[in-house]
Protein backbone atom coordinates (compact mmCIF):
# COMPACT_ATOMS: atom_id res chain seq x y z
CA UNK A 1 0.00 0.00 0.00
CA UNK A 2 1.47 3.38 -0.85
CA UNK A 3 1.74 5.74 2.43
CA UNK A 4 2.00 9.40 2.96
CA UNK A 5 3.16 12.16 5.12
CA UNK A 6 2.21 15.48 6.05
CA UNK A 7 4.20 18.03 7.71
CA UNK A 8 2.19 21.31 8.47
CA UNK A 9 3.58 24.81 9.48
CA UNK A 10 1.20 27.68 10.27
CA UNK A 11 -2.30 28.25 11.28
CA UNK A 12 -5.08 26.19 11.95
CA UNK A 13 -6.53 27.15 8.24
CA UNK A 14 -3.57 25.11 7.46
CA UNK A 15 -4.18 22.31 9.89
CA UNK A 16 -7.42 22.19 8.55
CA UNK A 17 -6.04 22.32 4.70
CA UNK A 18 -3.77 19.47 5.76
CA UNK A 19 -6.73 17.29 6.96
CA UNK A 20 -8.67 18.15 3.65
CA UNK A 21 -5.30 16.67 1.83
CA UNK A 22 -5.05 13.72 4.34
CA UNK A 23 -8.84 12.97 3.53
CA UNK A 24 -8.29 13.16 -0.11
CA UNK A 25 -4.91 10.93 -0.03
CA UNK A 26 -6.91 8.37 1.61
CA UNK A 27 -10.13 8.25 -0.48
CA UNK A 28 -7.49 8.17 -2.79
CA UNK A 29 -6.02 4.21 -1.32
CA UNK A 30 -3.08 5.87 0.69
CA UNK A 31 -2.10 4.77 4.31
CA UNK A 32 -0.73 7.10 7.02
CA UNK A 33 3.16 6.89 7.59
CA UNK A 34 4.38 7.74 10.76
CA UNK A 35 7.63 8.76 10.09
CA UNK A 36 8.59 10.72 6.56
CA UNK A 37 11.24 8.01 5.86
CA UNK A 38 8.38 5.25 5.11
CA UNK A 39 6.35 7.33 2.82
CA UNK A 40 5.67 7.25 -0.93
CA UNK A 41 4.67 10.81 -0.76
CA UNK A 42 5.14 13.58 1.45
CA UNK A 43 3.32 17.31 1.60
CA UNK A 44 4.83 20.03 3.47
CA UNK A 45 2.13 22.54 3.84
CA UNK A 46 3.85 26.28 4.29
CA UNK A 47 2.91 29.18 6.23
CA UNK A 48 4.88 32.50 5.25
CA UNK A 49 3.33 35.25 8.03
CA UNK A 50 6.95 35.24 9.14
CA UNK A 51 10.67 34.98 7.72
CA UNK A 52 11.09 32.24 10.44
CA UNK A 53 8.30 30.45 9.79
CA UNK A 54 9.76 30.28 5.89
CA UNK A 55 13.04 28.99 6.96
CA UNK A 56 11.44 26.43 8.93
CA UNK A 57 9.98 24.98 6.13
CA UNK A 58 13.18 25.61 4.21
CA UNK A 59 15.02 23.41 6.81
CA UNK A 60 12.58 20.43 7.08
CA UNK A 61 12.49 20.53 3.52
CA UNK A 62 16.35 20.66 2.28
CA UNK A 63 16.53 17.40 5.07
CA UNK A 64 13.69 15.57 2.86
CA UNK A 65 15.98 15.51 -0.30
CA UNK A 66 18.72 12.87 1.15
CA UNK A 67 14.94 10.67 1.70
CA UNK A 68 15.29 10.44 -2.58
CA UNK A 69 18.57 8.55 -2.77
CA UNK A 70 16.63 5.35 -0.11
CA UNK A 71 13.51 6.03 -2.42
CA UNK A 72 13.82 7.22 -5.94
CA UNK A 73 10.07 7.09 -6.39
CA UNK A 74 9.49 9.75 -3.68
CA UNK A 75 7.21 12.61 -4.43
CA UNK A 76 7.67 15.81 -2.37
CA UNK A 77 5.10 18.23 -2.35
CA UNK A 78 5.17 21.46 -1.03
CA UNK A 79 1.91 23.67 -0.61
CA UNK A 80 0.42 26.21 1.91
CA UNK A 81 1.38 30.01 1.26
CA UNK A 82 5.66 30.16 0.38
CA UNK A 83 4.66 28.32 -2.88
CA UNK A 84 1.81 31.15 -3.71
CA UNK A 85 4.61 33.87 -2.82
CA UNK A 86 7.71 32.45 -4.30
CA UNK A 87 5.82 30.63 -7.26
CA UNK A 88 8.09 29.57 -10.27
CA UNK A 89 11.15 30.71 -7.68
CA UNK A 90 10.86 27.81 -5.70
CA UNK A 91 12.70 25.46 -7.38
CA UNK A 92 15.92 27.60 -7.52
CA UNK A 93 15.98 26.78 -3.68
CA UNK A 94 14.01 23.49 -4.03
CA UNK A 95 15.29 21.91 -7.38
CA UNK A 96 14.21 18.07 -6.21
CA UNK A 97 10.58 18.97 -5.43
CA UNK A 98 7.98 17.04 -7.25
CA UNK A 99 5.06 18.96 -6.48
CA UNK A 100 4.51 23.00 -6.18
CA UNK A 101 0.57 23.51 -4.96
CA UNK A 102 -0.57 27.19 -3.57
CA UNK A 103 -3.51 26.73 -1.05
CA UNK A 104 -6.05 28.09 -3.77
CA UNK A 105 -5.86 24.34 -5.71
CA UNK A 106 -6.33 21.76 -2.51
CA UNK A 107 -9.66 21.25 -3.68
CA UNK A 108 -8.31 19.96 -6.86
CA UNK A 109 -5.60 17.50 -5.20
CA UNK A 110 -7.63 14.59 -5.80
CA UNK A 111 -6.92 15.27 -9.62
CA UNK A 112 -3.15 16.87 -9.30
CA UNK A 113 -2.45 13.45 -7.27
CA UNK A 114 -3.76 11.06 -10.58
CA UNK A 115 -1.25 13.63 -12.89
CA UNK A 116 1.68 13.64 -10.24
CA UNK A 117 4.52 11.22 -11.26
CA UNK A 118 8.23 10.65 -9.84
CA UNK A 119 11.15 12.04 -11.86
CA UNK A 120 9.91 14.11 -13.95
CA UNK A 121 9.72 18.16 -14.31
CA UNK A 122 8.30 20.52 -11.27
CA UNK A 123 4.42 20.71 -11.26
CA UNK A 124 3.34 23.88 -10.53
CA UNK A 125 -0.35 24.20 -9.52
CA UNK A 126 -0.55 27.86 -8.42
CA UNK A 127 -3.94 30.09 -8.92
CA UNK A 128 -4.19 33.72 -8.08
CA UNK A 129 -8.35 33.77 -7.15
CA UNK A 130 -9.63 32.32 -4.09
CA UNK A 131 -12.40 29.98 -3.65
CA UNK A 132 -14.08 28.53 -0.91
CA UNK A 133 -13.40 24.69 -0.27
CA UNK A 134 -15.86 22.31 -1.42
CA UNK A 135 -16.55 19.11 0.86
CA UNK A 136 -14.19 16.71 0.91
CA UNK A 137 -13.54 14.09 2.81
CA UNK A 138 -11.61 14.67 5.73
CA UNK A 139 -9.41 13.30 7.87
CA UNK A 140 -9.36 14.88 11.25
CA UNK A 141 -7.28 14.81 14.35
CA UNK A 142 -9.16 12.75 16.94
CA UNK A 143 -9.72 15.79 18.97
CA UNK A 144 -12.82 17.09 20.18
CA UNK A 145 -12.28 20.22 18.61
CA UNK A 146 -12.97 19.99 15.25
CA UNK A 147 -12.27 22.70 12.59
CA UNK A 148 -14.44 24.32 9.88
CA UNK A 149 -13.28 26.51 7.17
CA UNK A 150 -16.31 29.49 7.00
CA UNK A 151 -14.54 32.01 4.98
CA UNK A 152 -10.84 31.64 3.33
CA UNK A 153 -8.63 35.24 2.25
CA UNK A 154 -8.52 39.08 3.49
CA UNK A 155 -9.29 41.93 2.08
CA UNK A 156 -7.97 44.13 4.58
CA UNK A 157 -4.59 44.61 3.52
CA UNK A 158 -2.77 45.10 7.16
CA UNK A 159 0.33 47.13 5.67
CA UNK A 160 2.74 44.20 7.68
CA UNK A 161 0.81 41.41 6.32
CA UNK A 162 1.43 38.70 3.62
CA UNK A 163 -1.77 37.18 4.01
CA UNK A 164 -3.98 39.24 1.38
CA UNK A 165 -1.10 38.27 -1.34
CA UNK A 166 -0.76 34.69 -0.54
CA UNK A 167 -4.63 33.50 0.03
CA UNK A 168 -6.35 36.19 -1.82
CA UNK A 169 -9.33 38.44 -1.81
CA UNK A 170 -12.15 37.09 0.86
CA UNK A 171 -14.61 34.42 0.00
CA UNK A 172 -16.90 33.26 1.99
CA UNK A 173 -18.27 29.77 1.97
CA UNK A 174 -22.22 28.93 1.76
CA UNK A 175 -23.41 28.43 4.58
CA UNK A 176 -25.26 25.35 3.14
CA UNK A 177 -21.61 23.43 3.00
CA UNK A 178 -20.67 24.90 6.29
CA UNK A 179 -23.98 23.12 7.68
CA UNK A 180 -23.36 19.89 5.87
CA UNK A 181 -20.13 19.24 7.02
CA UNK A 182 -20.86 20.04 10.51
CA UNK A 183 -23.69 17.26 10.38
CA UNK A 184 -21.08 14.94 9.24
CA UNK A 185 -18.89 15.16 12.28
CA UNK A 186 -18.43 12.53 14.50
CA UNK A 187 -19.77 13.80 17.17
CA UNK A 188 -19.11 11.15 19.65
CA UNK A 189 -15.30 13.23 19.21
CA UNK A 190 -15.53 16.20 18.00
CA UNK A 191 -17.73 17.91 20.77
CA UNK A 192 -16.55 21.47 19.94
CA UNK A 193 -16.78 23.34 16.60
CA UNK A 194 -14.19 26.15 15.60
CA UNK A 195 -15.38 28.03 12.69
CA UNK A 196 -12.15 29.35 10.88
CA UNK A 197 -11.26 32.10 8.90
CA UNK A 198 -8.17 34.79 8.36
CA UNK A 199 -11.22 37.28 9.32
CA UNK A 200 -14.41 35.45 10.50
CA UNK A 201 -16.43 38.03 11.36
CA UNK A 202 -16.41 39.35 7.86
CA UNK A 203 -18.17 36.59 7.09
CA UNK A 204 -21.75 37.09 4.86
CA UNK A 205 -24.24 35.55 2.71
CA UNK A 206 -27.00 38.12 1.19
CA UNK A 207 -28.72 39.01 3.93
CA UNK A 208 -27.33 36.79 6.11
CA UNK A 209 -24.64 37.88 8.61
CA UNK A 210 -22.33 36.03 10.61
CA UNK A 211 -24.41 36.46 14.17
CA UNK A 212 -27.08 34.58 11.70
CA UNK A 213 -24.73 31.86 10.89
CA UNK A 214 -23.45 31.43 15.13
CA UNK A 215 -27.31 30.87 15.32
CA UNK A 216 -27.93 28.39 12.57
CA UNK A 217 -24.81 26.43 13.72
CA UNK A 218 -25.69 26.66 17.37
CA UNK A 219 -29.07 24.82 16.07
CA UNK A 220 -26.96 21.68 14.98
CA UNK A 221 -27.55 18.33 16.68
CA UNK A 222 -24.59 17.22 18.55
CA UNK A 223 -22.31 20.06 18.88
CA UNK A 224 -22.00 21.23 22.62
CA UNK A 225 -19.58 23.96 22.40
CA UNK A 226 -18.99 26.58 19.62
CA UNK A 227 -15.87 28.95 19.40
CA UNK A 228 -14.68 31.14 16.06
CA UNK A 229 -11.84 32.81 15.08
CA UNK A 230 -9.60 35.29 14.19
CA UNK A 231 -12.28 38.37 14.61
CA UNK A 232 -11.11 41.38 13.03
CA UNK A 233 -11.65 44.31 16.23
CA UNK A 234 -13.30 46.55 13.33
CA UNK A 235 -16.26 43.88 12.09
CA UNK A 236 -16.98 43.16 15.42
CA UNK A 237 -20.51 43.97 15.89
CA UNK A 238 -22.94 44.40 19.10
CA UNK A 239 -24.63 41.67 17.54
CA UNK A 240 -21.82 39.30 17.60
CA UNK A 241 -21.06 40.50 21.05
CA UNK A 242 -24.89 40.20 22.03
CA UNK A 243 -24.94 36.64 20.06
CA UNK A 244 -22.14 35.13 21.34
CA UNK A 245 -23.42 36.55 25.55
CA UNK A 246 -26.96 34.96 24.39
CA UNK A 247 -26.43 31.55 23.33
CA UNK A 248 -25.06 28.88 25.65
CA UNK A 249 -23.03 26.32 23.51
CA UNK A 250 -20.90 29.68 22.29
CA UNK A 251 -17.75 29.64 24.48
CA UNK A 252 -16.51 32.62 25.84
CA UNK A 253 -13.63 32.68 24.72
CA UNK A 254 -12.75 36.03 21.86
CA UNK A 255 -9.54 36.14 20.35
CA UNK A 256 -9.51 40.05 19.17
CA UNK A 257 -5.99 40.62 17.43
CA UNK A 258 -4.94 44.71 18.07
CA UNK A 259 -1.72 44.47 17.18
CA UNK A 260 -0.05 47.86 18.88
CA UNK A 261 -1.59 49.84 21.99
CA UNK A 262 0.04 53.35 19.84
CA UNK A 263 -2.83 54.83 17.71
CA UNK A 264 -0.24 55.85 15.90
CA UNK A 265 1.24 52.30 14.75
CA UNK A 266 -2.54 51.01 14.43
CA UNK A 267 -2.78 53.41 11.61
CA UNK A 268 0.85 52.57 9.91
CA UNK A 269 -0.43 49.15 9.88
CA UNK A 270 -3.81 49.68 8.09
CA UNK A 271 -5.96 48.19 11.17
CA UNK A 272 -8.62 50.69 10.70
CA UNK A 273 -9.56 51.42 14.61
CA UNK A 274 -7.59 53.64 17.03
CA UNK A 275 -6.90 52.84 20.45
CA UNK A 276 -10.25 54.84 21.63
CA UNK A 277 -12.26 52.45 19.82
CA UNK A 278 -10.39 48.99 20.95
CA UNK A 279 -10.48 50.03 24.54
CA UNK A 280 -14.32 50.69 23.99
CA UNK A 281 -15.19 47.60 22.22
CA UNK A 282 -13.47 45.46 24.99
CA UNK A 283 -15.07 46.73 28.04
CA UNK A 284 -18.25 46.00 25.67
CA UNK A 285 -17.36 42.77 25.56
CA UNK A 286 -16.29 42.39 29.62
CA UNK A 287 -19.86 44.26 30.22
CA UNK A 288 -21.76 41.56 28.36
CA UNK A 289 -19.53 38.08 28.73
CA UNK A 290 -18.46 39.14 32.14
CA UNK A 291 -16.37 36.05 31.90
CA UNK A 292 -14.69 36.63 28.40
CA UNK A 293 -11.13 34.96 28.29
CA UNK A 294 -10.01 37.92 25.26
CA UNK A 295 -6.62 36.83 23.96
CA UNK A 296 -4.86 39.10 21.50
CA UNK A 297 -1.64 39.37 18.80
CA UNK A 298 0.82 42.07 18.83
CA UNK A 299 3.86 42.72 16.95
CA UNK A 300 6.16 44.46 18.25
CA UNK A 301 9.22 47.03 16.62
CA UNK A 302 7.05 48.00 13.72
CA UNK A 303 8.64 50.62 11.50
CA UNK A 304 8.56 53.53 13.07
CA UNK A 305 7.28 52.20 16.71
CA UNK A 306 9.30 54.98 19.11
CA UNK A 307 9.82 53.46 22.77
CA UNK A 308 6.34 55.71 23.59
CA UNK A 309 4.25 53.61 21.29
CA UNK A 310 5.95 50.38 22.83
CA UNK A 311 4.86 51.43 26.14
CA UNK A 312 1.57 52.10 24.73
CA UNK A 313 1.48 48.45 23.49
CA UNK A 314 2.18 47.32 27.47
CA UNK A 315 -0.06 49.57 28.24
CA UNK A 316 -2.71 47.99 26.62
CA UNK A 317 -2.24 44.53 27.63
CA UNK A 318 -2.90 45.54 31.03
CA UNK A 319 -6.29 48.11 30.17
CA UNK A 320 -7.81 45.55 27.92
CA UNK A 321 -6.87 42.50 30.57
CA UNK A 322 -5.98 39.89 27.87
CA UNK A 323 -5.50 36.36 29.19
CA UNK A 324 -2.73 35.77 26.65
CA UNK A 325 -1.29 37.07 23.61
CA UNK A 326 0.78 35.69 20.74
CA UNK A 327 3.61 38.63 20.38
CA UNK A 328 5.88 38.58 17.75
CA UNK A 329 8.89 40.83 16.19
CA UNK A 330 8.03 42.46 13.31
CA UNK A 331 8.76 40.58 10.03
CA UNK A 332 9.39 41.94 7.07
CA UNK A 333 7.28 40.80 4.66
CA UNK A 334 8.87 41.30 0.47
CA UNK A 335 6.01 43.67 -1.32
CA UNK A 336 4.02 44.23 1.50
CA UNK A 337 3.79 47.96 2.21
CA UNK A 338 5.51 48.19 6.05
CA UNK A 339 8.55 46.76 3.82
CA UNK A 340 9.54 50.26 2.16
CA UNK A 341 8.55 52.16 5.13
CA UNK A 342 11.44 54.71 6.80
CA UNK A 343 12.12 53.91 9.93
CA UNK A 344 12.79 49.75 10.43
CA UNK A 345 13.52 48.46 14.18
CA UNK A 346 16.98 47.11 14.43
CA UNK A 347 17.09 43.17 15.44
CA UNK A 348 18.23 43.89 18.69
CA UNK A 349 15.87 46.25 19.99
CA UNK A 350 12.92 44.04 18.59
CA UNK A 351 14.20 41.17 20.55
CA UNK A 352 14.29 43.32 24.16
CA UNK A 353 10.96 44.77 23.65
CA UNK A 354 9.69 41.08 22.44
CA UNK A 355 11.18 40.01 25.94
CA UNK A 356 10.13 42.60 28.04
CA UNK A 357 6.37 42.51 26.53
CA UNK A 358 6.22 38.60 26.73
CA UNK A 359 6.86 39.29 30.64
CA UNK A 360 3.98 41.43 31.27
CA UNK A 361 1.63 39.19 28.86
CA UNK A 362 2.56 36.13 31.59
CA UNK A 363 1.75 38.95 34.35
CA UNK A 364 -1.49 39.49 33.37
CA UNK A 365 -2.45 36.24 32.17
CA UNK A 366 -1.29 34.93 36.02
CA UNK A 367 -3.29 37.66 37.72
CA UNK A 368 -6.15 36.92 35.48
CA UNK A 369 -6.09 33.17 36.19
CA UNK A 370 -5.49 33.33 39.94
CA UNK A 371 -9.11 34.45 39.62
CA UNK A 372 -10.58 31.35 38.66
CA UNK A 373 -8.93 29.28 41.31
CA UNK A 374 -11.88 27.52 43.45
CA UNK A 375 -14.35 27.93 40.64
CA UNK A 376 -16.15 24.88 39.32
CA UNK A 377 -16.06 25.38 35.45
CA UNK A 378 -16.86 22.77 32.58
CA UNK A 379 -13.99 21.24 30.32
CA UNK A 380 -13.65 19.40 27.37
CA UNK A 381 -11.49 16.48 27.66
CA UNK A 382 -8.39 16.38 25.14
CA UNK A 383 -6.14 13.99 25.42
CA UNK A 384 -2.97 12.95 28.02
CA UNK A 385 -0.66 15.70 29.55
CA UNK A 386 2.50 15.29 31.42
CA UNK A 387 2.86 13.32 33.93
CA UNK A 388 0.23 10.95 33.32
CA UNK A 389 -2.11 13.86 33.62
CA UNK A 390 -5.00 14.61 31.24
CA UNK A 391 -5.25 17.56 29.61
CA UNK A 392 -8.44 19.78 28.94
CA UNK A 393 -9.44 22.95 27.85
CA UNK A 394 -12.16 25.39 29.42
CA UNK A 395 -14.72 27.40 27.59
CA UNK A 396 -12.15 30.15 28.06
CA UNK A 397 -9.95 28.06 26.66
CA UNK A 398 -7.89 27.58 29.35
CA UNK A 399 -5.85 24.50 29.58
CA UNK A 400 -6.25 22.43 32.99
CA UNK A 401 -4.35 19.48 33.87
CA UNK A 402 -5.53 16.94 36.25
CA UNK A 403 -5.92 13.01 37.68
CA UNK A 404 -8.54 10.62 35.62
CA UNK A 405 -8.78 8.11 33.83
CA UNK A 406 -8.41 8.04 29.67
CA UNK A 407 -11.71 6.79 28.79
CA UNK A 408 -13.03 10.70 29.69
CA UNK A 409 -11.20 12.07 26.31
CA UNK A 410 -13.56 13.86 24.22
CA UNK A 411 -16.33 14.58 27.06
CA UNK A 412 -17.35 17.64 28.96
CA UNK A 413 -16.95 16.86 32.72
CA UNK A 414 -17.23 19.53 36.05
CA UNK A 415 -13.85 20.88 36.95
CA UNK A 416 -12.68 22.38 40.07
CA UNK A 417 -9.53 24.72 39.50
CA UNK A 418 -7.08 24.00 41.86
CA UNK A 419 -4.61 26.27 41.17
CA UNK A 420 -3.11 28.65 38.57
CA UNK A 421 -0.13 29.22 36.84
CA UNK A 422 0.09 31.69 33.19
CA UNK A 423 -0.42 28.70 30.86
CA UNK A 424 -1.96 26.26 32.69
CA UNK A 425 -4.47 25.42 35.47
CA UNK A 426 -4.24 22.29 37.69
CA UNK A 427 -8.09 20.85 38.47
CA UNK A 428 -9.83 18.38 40.28
CA UNK A 429 -12.75 16.48 39.34
CA UNK A 430 -15.64 17.32 41.09
N1 LIG B 1 5.59 40.25 11.23
C1 LIG B 1 5.26 39.82 12.47
N2 LIG B 1 4.05 39.32 12.78
C2 LIG B 1 3.13 39.28 11.81
N3 LIG B 1 1.84 38.85 11.82
C3 LIG B 1 1.34 39.00 10.57
N4 LIG B 1 2.28 39.50 9.75
C4 LIG B 1 3.40 39.70 10.50
C5 LIG B 1 4.69 40.21 10.22
N5 LIG B 1 5.02 40.65 9.01
C6 LIG B 1 1.15 38.38 13.01
C7 LIG B 1 -0.06 39.25 13.34
C8 LIG B 1 -1.20 38.37 13.00
C9 LIG B 1 -0.64 36.99 13.28
C10 LIG B 1 -1.36 35.87 12.63
O1 LIG B 1 0.69 37.08 12.80
O2 LIG B 1 -0.03 39.56 14.71
O3 LIG B 1 -2.35 38.62 13.77
FE1 LIG C 1 -3.26 39.88 7.70
FE2 LIG C 1 -4.62 42.03 8.57
FE3 LIG C 1 -5.84 40.21 7.00
FE4 LIG C 1 -5.21 39.57 9.53
S1 LIG C 1 -6.67 41.18 8.90
S2 LIG C 1 -4.87 38.30 7.71
S3 LIG C 1 -3.29 40.69 9.82
S4 LIG C 1 -4.13 41.54 6.42
Redesign the pocket.
Known amino acids: MRRYFIKTFG?QMNVNDSEILAGILEDNGYALAEVPQKADIILVNTCS??QKAEDRAYTFLRELKKLKKTNPDLIIGICGCVPQREKENIVKQLPFVDLVMGPQCVDDFSNILQEIEPNKETQFYIEEKGRPRKIHPTKRAKSPRAYINIMYGCNNY?S????PYVRGREVFRPSKDIMEEIKKLDKSIHKEVILLGQNVNSWSEGDKTFSDLLREVHKAPGVEWISFM?SHPKDMTDEIIETVAKLPKLNNHIHL?V?SGSTKIMKAMNRKYDRDYYLKLIEKIYKKIPEATVTS???VGFPGETGKDFKDSLSMIRQANFDSV?T??????PG?K?AAMKGQIETSVKKERLQKIMQVVQDVAYQKNQKLVGKTMDLLVEGPAQKGKLSGRTRGSKIVYFDGSKNLICQIIPMKITSAKSWVLEGQRT
Not at 328 to 333: E, K
Request: glycine share 0%; aromatic share 8%; proline share 4%.
Open positions: CIRCYCIVTPQDIIIAAYSIRTA
